[in-house]
């Protein structure tokens, strides 16, 4: 049987996704979580849960004690590197022998924006551990538009982002996770870095359009300025730090730098990347309340 393998971030979309796909493999699964309200989203067969208090070496120990597999994935965070490296640290001493990564495209980038800034300097903090690496590299995720426009979308029928008619190849989750699982449980992917995208880029104007199709309810797409979506973000909570990141982020593919697309979902799991179009079909439930019924 195959070691157990321990998942950070595991109630995050990629993390929920690779645990239900992990377990229906009948792979072992012990899913790392700081807080215990999102439990239900990835309790199932196969796996562990263990709550991790991340500050602390014993309780990190406990975690990856039996582990050689990683799937590493951290939150969005001013300290991100700092916090990646206590987990490189604990699976040294658990003595590791894979850690996958969960990146960002362009994380290699120069001179980069402080988010690629921090993926990188987190990755080579592993490449400097000498623990077998794969380090993944997902584009903007689709699920995002649930994330930062949801409230908007149910609500008034809008999608407000500063992202002018920016072309992004938009990544399902599903996709992220679906490659995660193979790099994970197969043979021949340490030392690799992997850029993640789907299959084709498009702008939030043909995105609301999708939307829009799917759901049988017009959906909008709203060009915000730059100051309206730092009042925007500041009025959901984010801290200034997160606010001037992700508006760094938004420049980058204002920029033209988030279109490129690449065959590697095909080539690791022999799949094609989801399209948006069935992203939005599988996602009605989403859209269940607010919106009204179908046209």
Same mark, same amino acid.
């Given at each position: 049987? %195959?070691?157990?393998?321990?998942?950070?971030?595991?109630?995050?979309a990629v993390g929920t996704s690779l645990i239900k796909m992990l377990s229906a493999k009948g792979v072992e699964v012990r899913a790392a979580v700081h807080r215990t309200? *999102?439990?239900? =989203?990835?309790?199932?067969p196969n796996v562990e849960v263990a709550v991790v208090d991340y500050g602390r070496n014993d309780s990190l120990d406990a /975690? #990856?004690?039996?582990?050689? +597999?990683?799937?590493?994935? +951290?939150?969005?965070?001013?300290? %991100?590197?700092? #916090?990646? &490296? @206590?987990?490189?640290d604990a699976a040294k001493r658990a003595?590791? @022998?894979?850690?996958?990564?969960q990146s960002a495209i362009g994380a290699d980038s120069k001179p980069g924006v402080t988010i690629s800034r921090q993926h990188r300097? =987190?990755?080579r903090y592993i490449e400097a551990a000498r623990i077998p690496f794969t380090h993944l590299r997902p584009n903007f995720l689709m %699920? !995002?538009?649930? !994330?930062?426009?949801?409230?908007s979308m149910v609500t008034h029928g809008k999608i407000y982002l500063p992202l002018a008619q920016a072309s992004v190849s938009y990544i399902d989750a599903r996709d992220v996770a679906a490659v995660a699982a193979e790099v994970l449980t197969g043979k021949g992917?340490?030392? *690799?870095?992997? +850029?993640?995208?789907?299959?084709?880029?498009? !702008?939030?104007?043909? /995105? /609301?359009?999708? #939307?829009? @199709? &799917?759901?049988g309810v017009d959906i909008r797409y709203v060009e915000m300025s730059e100051n309206e979506a730092r009042i925007k973000m *500041? /009025?959901?909570?984010m801290t200034d730090w997160t606010t001037e990141s992700l508006m760094e982020l938004y420049g980058v593919a204002r920029a033209g730098a988030a279109a490129e697309v690449t065959d590697t979902v095909w080539e690791i799991t022999g799949k094609r990347p989801g399209t948006f179009e069935e992203f939005a079909t599988a996602n009605l439930a989403f859209f269940g309340i607010g919106l009204g019924k179908r046209r």
């Open positions: 049987m %195959q070691p157990k393998i321990l998942i950070t971030g595991a109630t995050a309200n *999102k439990l239900e =989203a990835i309790q199932g /975690a #990856f004690k039996g582990i050689e +597999t990683v799937y590493l994935l +951290t939150p969005l965070l001013p300290e %991100q590197v700092g #916090f990646s &490296a @206590r987990l490189v003595g590791v @022998r894979h850690i996958v990564r300097d =987190a990755e %699920q !995002n538009f649930f !994330n930062y426009s949801g409230i992917h340490e030392g *690799k870095r992997y +850029t993640l995208t789907g299959p084709a880029p498009l !702008n939030v104007y043909e /995105a /609301a359009g999708i #939307f829009t @199709r &799917a759901t *500041k /009025a959901m909570g």
